[in-house]
């Protein structure tokens, strides 16, 4: 605060803020990771430079101000409001379907409601694809109808598939038994014949 008077002894006032006990305004930066993973990298500034060893000891331990959804519980991470706390709510329980569905019913009204902003984030940040029928009603999105929807449509898709696997494995399971068939008449035949020139 010395090179603060001293520099400013033309105007008195911004000395008289600071000298008058007036508290500064607090200024600090938050990192949100965006992942269900664990944060890969340091906590603290002094990690992150590259201080010869004689200086950082003079040097002021900063930890990272981090949120971090793998590090921190559905309920704390709730705590950064309706917007924010749902992407992160989401973002920690997505790499598991039955967590996701359990906090989908637990924070209903939450995931009902979400702005487009959060949905989009999501999107971003997940890369799971809801269906783009989901209506934008009143200016939110009912993420628990999109995700519904979304399960619905892999379900359909997964016994699409399985049953085209299923006619594709029966179709070639007949071939061979028609195969087999064709070679036991073939072979029948033979024998008739060897039987009948003996």
């Not at 500034?45 to 981090?66: A, Q």
């Not at 799971?128 to 898709?157: H, L, T």
């Not at 696997?165 to 028609?178: D, Q």
Request: proline share 5%; with cysteine; net charge positive.
């Amino acid at each position: 605060m010395r090179n603060l008077e001293y520099k400013n002894r033309d105007q008195p006032e911004q000395t008289s803020m600071v000298l008058n006990g007036k508290k500064l305004p607090l200024v600090t930066t938050i990192v949100i990771w965006l992942s269900a993973e664990p944060w890969p990298g340091t906590k603290n500034l002094i990690e992150m430079l590259e201080v010869p060893e004689e200086y950082v000891m003079k040097l002021p331990y900063y930890p990272l101000h981090l949120i971090e959804p793998f590090a921190l519980t559905n309920e704390e991470l709730m705590k950064y409001g309706p917007e924010v706390g749902t992407v992160l709510v989401f973002i920690k329980n997505s790499k598991n379907q039955y967590q996701l569905n359990d906090v989908l019913k637990k924070y209903e009204a939450e995931f009902s409601n979400a702005s487009p902003l959060a949905y989009d984030w999501i999107y971003a940040v997940t890369k799971i694809e809801f269906d783009r029928k989901i209506k934008i009603r009143n200016g939110v999105i009912n993420m628990c109808e999109a995700i519904i929807q979304m399960q619905n449509s892999s379900r359909n898709e997964g016994f699409k598939i399985g049953k085209n696997e299923g006619i594709r494995i029966g179709e070639m399971r007949g071939k061979t038994k028609g195969i087999e068939i064709g070679r036991n008449q073939e072979l029948g035949k033979m024998a008739v014949k060897l039987g009948s020139v003996n």
